[in-house]
């Protein structure tokens, strides 16, 4: 029964349309058009948010029942070993995505352009200094890499650059290590990820022409589904993996299956994906070896179930309603 729970829990995550999560600004020249708020929230939405919200209030109930197969304790443990390697994928992991995104001619994103000579200058110091193995060298790249990202906020605006808010939180793991803050710099990973992964969720229901485009010019399957009711569905798939990030929920579980899903895409788009989304299986890659060990969840301080289940169920409506509202607003 309980090798079934998991089984379902997975089946449903991989079948998530290989759209989910992709960046749709790389893959679209159409114009964002803001969708009206009467349709975004839609009776399919609404529907699906409070179905979304009794899973999630209901999962971490079944979670210490998963992690008592013996099998998933056995993983458990091999996986336990390989955190001691954890920042040094991080440093190198980096300096590997930057090589990629220089040498396209990009920097982050495969939406913005390498300019100007001292970008290119700056991006490989930063990473001459990221694969140097000094501790200095580290935290000096990480400020390299600090100046190269508010140069592309300068240019973009600090809402567009939300959706690679996971760059900061790289950083901050970087420049905080080997101090009295390195335990913080995992938490403010897995934080910084959920939230990217939110937030560009949200964009496929304030601006579905974008990700209708994409369907049609490049045959991405529906599963029998009609598109737009499809593209409802797969930002809600990615929301809910963000926010589950956030909340330290399945960390490990998710991460895998993510990196699968980013793999598919990859077969879809091309280098684009791989150059795009580099970085984001690094950083997945982290999350499988690190798990949520560190976490304490916010769920812990109500003590009866269905206070847990209440306290859930509410705060995944109100995340969700706070990022449309601040996305539509200001994006």
Not at 129 to 158: D, E, R, S
Request: hydrophobic letters at 60%; proline letters at 5%; glycine letters at 6%.
């Amino acid at each position: 029964m309980k090798k079934g729970w998991i089984a379902c829990f997975v089946s449903v995550i991989t079948l998530t349309p290989i759209i989910t999560l992709a960046h749709v600004k790389w893959f679209t020249k159409v114009e964002p058009k803001k969708e009206t708020i009467e349709h975004i929230l839609s009776p399919l939405f609404m529907t699906v948010a409070l179905l979304v919200a009794v899973v999630l209030a209901v999962l971490p109930q079944f979670l210490p029942k998963l992690m008592e197969i013996p099998y998933a304790k056995k993983i458990d443990n091999k996986l336990d070993y390989f955190r001691k390697y954890s920042r040094y994928i991080l440093k190198y992991g980096t300096a590997l995505a930057l090589i990629v995104q220089v040498m396209s001619g990009t920097i982050f994103a495969p939406e913005f352009y390498i300019i100007e000579t001292w970008e290119v200058i700056l991006a490989w110091l930063a990473i001459i200094l990221l694969v140097i193995p000094i501790h200095y060298a580290t935290k000096a790249g990480a400020v390299l890499l600090l100046l190269l990202f508010i140069n592309v906020l300068n240019q973009v605006g600090i809402f567009h650059m939300l959706d690679y808010g996971f760059y900061i939180a790289i950083i901050f793991v970087l420049l905080i290590g080997k101090t009295k803050l390195e335990n913080w710099g995992f938490p403010f990973l897995y934080l910084g990820t959920g939230l990217s992964l939110c937030w560009v969720a949200v964009e496929k229901w304030v601006y579905p022409a974008m990700s209708l485009d994409i369907i049609h010019n490049h045959g991405v399957p529906t599963f029998g589904f009609p598109p737009e009711a499809f593209i409802v569905l797969a930002a809600f798939i990615e929301f809910v993996v963000g926010y589950l990030l956030v909340v330290g929920v399945l960390n490990r579980i998710l991460s895998f299956i993510l990196t699968l899903i980013f793999i598919s895409t990859t077969m879809l788009f091309g280098y684009t994906e791989v150059v795009g989304h580099l970085m984001i299986h690094i950083v997945l890659v982290i999350f499988i070896i690190e798990g949520v060990s560190f976490y304490h969840p916010p769920i812990r301080i109500h003590k009866t179930i269905l206070d847990q289940m209440i306290f859930v169920f509410l705060n995944f409506l109100f995340v969700l309603a706070t990022f449309i509202l601040i996305y539509y607003r200001f994006a």
